[in-house]
């Protein structure tokens, strides 16, 4: 069954590094998104992504993110610069449509 | 601003048991529900999807239901084993859009 990958796993960063985290969505879904879970809190939404432009952003994603359809197969969140509160586990996410959104397994991203 | 809440935030049951997770929401102009399931450090699984149109779904020994103008959702686990101890969580799509908003989850320990 197709499924949607994410790596790595685990990042490990300094405050103020780059980030790319990186998922490959289901084929042939059109829609990507991502989400992050800061430990112990609700998924929030992040960013959504259609016909290569964001189609929808939260208050959270602000000029730090910046997301990206580099080819046909992958789809990429940075984080500029990052900070201690972007530690989370960032999961990524693809539909066909307005439908059943499916998610990756996540990468822990730890900012130390 | 929607806001999902589920009840309970945790439940402890002897294998067996039937078992009723609640989830409420505040704006009834949804597109979709889902119900996920996560293990502790892992990504989501979708569960089930109920459309707004649709009253309730089932899957296995899972049924979930919809009642979209009370705004509410629950997700029946019928015999359970210690197998089905994870988070679930609910989120819904609103019609306007096209990101999910989540619950904070209800933990669920099966005692075998």
């Known amino acids: 069954e197709p499924e949607v990958t994410q790596t790595p796993s685990h990042q490990v960063t300094q405050m103020g590094q780059e980030v790319i985290l990186r998922c490959v969505p289901i084929?042939?879904?059109?829609?990507f998104y991502w989400y992050r879970q800061i430990l112990g809190q609700k998924v929030e939404f992040l960013v959504s992504?259609?016909?290569?432009?964001?189609?929808?952003k939260s208050e959270i994603f602000d000029d730090q993110f910046s997301v990206e359809r580099p080819d046909g197969s992958n789809f990429t969140l940075k984080i500029r610069s990052t900070k201690l509160e972007d530690s989370a586990m960032y999961f990524c996410?693809?539909?066909?449509?307005?439908?059943?959104?499916?998610f990756g397994p996540g990468t822990r991203l730890t900012v130390t | 601003k929607q806001e999902v809440t589920q009840i309970p935030a945790a439940l402890s049951v002897p294998e067996g048991e039937n078992l009723v997770l609640n989830c409420s929401f505040t704006?009834?102009?949804?597109?979709?529900l889902q119900w996920f399931r996560q293990d502790p450090g892992k990504g989501l699984t979708s569960l089930l999807l109920?459309?707004?149109?649709?009253r309730e779904q089932t899957s296995g020994r899972l049924n979930a239901s919809l009642d979209k103008s009370s705004g509410r959702s629950t997700l029946y686990i019928a015999a359970s084993q210690p197998g089905d101890s994870a988070t679930y969580l609910c989120?819904?799509?609103?019609?306007?859009?096209?990101?999910?908003?989540f619950g904070a989850g209800t933990i669920l320990r099966v005692k075998s």
């Open positions: 989120a819904v799509l609103m019609e306007y859009g096209n990101k999910l908003v």
């Open positions: 992504f259609y016909n290569n432009e964001i189609s929808e």
């Open positions: 996410a693809s539909s066909y449509s307005s439908y059943e959104q499916y």
């Open positions: 704006d009834s102009a949804i597109y979709n």
């Open positions: 109920i459309q707004s149109s649709q």
């Open positions: 084929s042939n879904h059109l829609y």
